[in-house]
């Protein structure tokens, strides 16, 4: 009788009698070793090895042991880089596709131990080891299963005998590991042990992973394992460093049907941006990109490193939408990263941790439409400033949409918003929004399609308001939410923005107001009494433009970049319509499917000393180039061919490829031809040229 009168004036009152029961968990979860990892955040992923002495991207396996001979190498300037951009841990390429290791292998002589570092005492593994130990960092390494040196490769045996064996010795070595980093680069031509031949592998069946797998188990149990299909870690489908704006942890990997392959070929890939809703498997991403063009260093490509701002834009694409980003630096042939790269990994970290440092939401008052059972103690809104991501404000189960208004009490400025899931119960919310209580009314200023372990929102504008409002727009289920947080990045000067039309005109601009614009045209760094940028000049042969843009105080912005070829004003495409291909517009492309030419009238002799290829940019392979020779003429009619070789992970990594000559060669015509391509017939471009100085 008093039973039954309390449970009525309490529905009367508003509230919730039913005892709520714990929240089920939705879907797939991840494991305690995905959970470690997904709290990585942010780790870099170091390329040194033979292609940084040859000067490549994919060393062939024939390079000698030799020519590996770093004067400085320095494991701790390199983590400790890392460690100042905010990140939490490396991945050591221990062996890249040419088969040469980094360490002192028992399974081949292709290894340190016959190089002169160190006497062949070396052994750059054990130094990132007590590096990262030093600095607390967290240790991966990636030993590439396809191998281009060993002439076991292809066989059974190669397996069992050579890469199982150095993944052993490096578990056994060189732990604790985090992740154990398995590319998806298989199969082709190589030096095989001297026979120099193109092997094919089945990819699915070939390494027997389940068994690899059993080995990284058993010997690191920590490390989360990452492949293009997993298992702990997926490939996120590019090397551009950025997740889908839609992105789900959980993922149902297919390989393409046989015959249904759409032309561009990258089924699976597409797939790993965005991930599966209700996928089979907890299979998070993994956005890798590298700090500078190309994974190794070159020195070409000194001053074209991303800038701060660059991975600022990076971190909120990756990190931001819930998954890792996975940075690659490049140590020169000393051994070290470079002074320009330490500084941008620096700026990158300090931008960061002043964004984060003050949640402009903790203290806030919390009204939540629902609280699950009522249960302040268990589900209330004070977990979401406690800065655990497992901790959580839940609602009841038929509550599938609640909102949650945060009152900040006094007016506050933020554009950036964070909001994570406790993914211990899976990946819930479908949809939110969020509100500012602008000029007496609710205002909506963002939408996500998707939350998971991380979503940052990064506004382009401030905000400055007392009150912001959440709301939950679509769940298949009761929400389980860690945190939520406002933050305010600090104010930036805009870089200028520097472009060449089709006349060689060169203009600079920012895009936002600044007191002035200076710049160089001979490689030195801009400072306040460079040239000012006033109006359009002429550049008609190659060079490199750097600009900053100056507040009203001369404080600087960061340093804008350029590098040009010659001028294409005056070239003619012979042959037929190619035009796209020296329009000097990357968004454009030629795609000829009946010829593999592409053939320029320079206008005049010139004495050339490299040549550019653009692939295509808009994610198609077909007529992508990745064997090539290149020839030249001084009549359109006799060719000398002066180049061929290889576009090493164009496929992954599409970027301008240049192509230094052995030596400078006087020519007006010159001829790409495509020997192999990535996919389709012909040979397809965004942009082909030359360099002269
Ligand atoms: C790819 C490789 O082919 C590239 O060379 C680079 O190592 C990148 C991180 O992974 O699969």
């Not at 770093?70 to 400790?80: D, K, L, N, R």
Request: with cysteine.
């Amino acid at each position: 009788m008093r039973k039954s009168f309390i449970a009525i004036a309490l529905v009367a009152a508003g509230l919730n009698v039913s005892a709520q029961s714990a929240l089920k968990p939705y879907g797939v979860l991840p494991s305690q070793r995905q959970l470690n990892w997904q709290e990585t955040d942010m780790y870099c992923i170091v390329h040194f090895s033979m292609a940084t002495y040859t000067d490549k991207e994919w060393g062939y396996g024939d390079e000698e042991p030799g020519i590996f001979n770093p004067q400085s190498f320095s494991a701790m300037q390199i983590v400790g880089a890392a460690k100042a951009g905010g990140f939490k841990g490396i991945v050591v390429v221990a062996k890249h596709h040419d088969g040469f290791c980094l360490w002192p292998t028992k399974t081949t002589d292709h290894n340190i131990s016959k190089s002169p570092y160190k006497n062949g005492k070396g052994d750059i593994l054990k130094e990132y080891q007590l590096a990262c130990q030093k600095l607390g960092m967290k240790m991966a390494v990636y030993c590439s299963p396809w191998d281009r040196n060993n002439a076991l490769y292809g066989k059974p045996e190669y397996v069992t005998k050579v890469y199982r064996e150095q993944l052993k010795e490096l578990y056994s070595n060189y732990g604790p590991l985090f992740m154990s980093w398995h590319d998806g680069a298989n199969g082709g031509d190589g030096y095989y042990g001297g026979t120099r031949e193109a092997r094919k592998i089945d990819r699915s069946t070939y390494y027997g992973w389940d068994t690899t797998w059993g080995i990284t188990r058993k010997m690191q149990p920590g490390a989360s394992i990452f492949g293009d299909v997993g298992p702990d870690v997926r490939w996120v489908g590019n090397e551009e460093g950025h997740a889908g704006e839609t992105y789900w942890a959980t993922y149902t990997p297919h390989a393409p049907e046989e015959g249904k392959v759409p032309a561009n070929g990258f089924v699976k890939d597409y797939e790993g941006t965005e991930g599966t809703r209700k996928g089979k498997f907890w299979m998070p991403a993994e956005c890798d990109v590298p700090l500078r063009r190309g994974w190794f260093y070159h020195q070409s490509q000194d001053g074209q490193s991303k800038s701060a701002y660059n991975l600022v834009d990076l971190y909120y694409k990756s990190v931001g939408r819930g998954a890792c980003l996975d940075l690659g630096l490049s140590p020169d042939k000393d051994g070290v990263i470079t002074g320009e790269d330490v500084n941008i990994l620096k700026q990158f970290g300090g931008i960061l941790k002043q964004t984060f440092a003050v949640n402009l939401a903790k203290g806030a008052y919390f009204k939540a439409s629902n609280i699950r059972g009522n249960n302040s103690a268990k589900y209330g809104t004070a977990f979401l400033t406690d800065y655990s991501r497992y901790t959580y404000w839940a609602t009841n189960d038929k509550v599938t949409k609640p909102t949650l208004e945060v009152d900040l009490h006094s007016a506050k400025t933020f554009n950036v918003i964070r909001m994570r899931e406790n993914i211990k119960l899976g990946q819930r919310i479908e949809g939110a929004a969020f509100d500012a209580w602008i000029d007496g009314a609710w205002k909506e200023i963002a939408t996500v399609p998707s939350v998971g372990a991380n979503r940052l929102v990064r506004l382009p504008y401030n905000i400055t308001t007392s009150k912001v409002r959440l709301r939950i727009t679509k769940s298949p289920v009761a929400v389980a939410i860690s945190d939520f947080g406002l933050f305010k990045e600090p104010v930036h000067l805009v870089a200028p923005i520097i472009l060449r039309n089709k006349l060689g005109e060169v203009s600079i601009t920012t895009e936002a107001p600044v007191g002035s614009i200076r710049y160089t045209t001979d490689g030195t760094q801009p400072t306040a009494s460079s040239p000012a940028f006033i109006k359009p000049f002429m550049l008609a042969d190659d060079g490199e433009i750097k600009a900053i843009s100056l507040d009203g105080n001369n404080k600087p912005s960061e340093v804008s970049t350029q590098a040009f070829g010659l001028s294409k004003s005056k070239w003619q495409v012979i042959g037929d319509d190619a035009k796209k291909a020296i329009d000097d517009d990357a968004n454009t492309f030629v795609a000829k499917l009946t010829s593999s030419e592409l053939v320029v009238d320079l206008g005049a002799d010139y004495t050339i000393k490299a040549f550019t290829y653009l692939p295509r940019q808009d994610k198609q392979t077909d007529g992508m180039v990745s064997g090539y020779s290149w020839a030249v003429s001084n009549d359109g009619a006799t060719w000398q061919t002066v180049a061929d070789g290889e576009f090493s992970n164009i496929k992954s990594n599409p970027i301008e490829q240049l192509v230094p000559l052995k030596a400078a060669v006087k020519a007006r015509y010159f001829k790409l031809t495509a020997l192999k391509l990535i996919s389709g017939t012909g040979i397809s471009a965004a942009e082909i040229g030359v360099q002269v100085k």
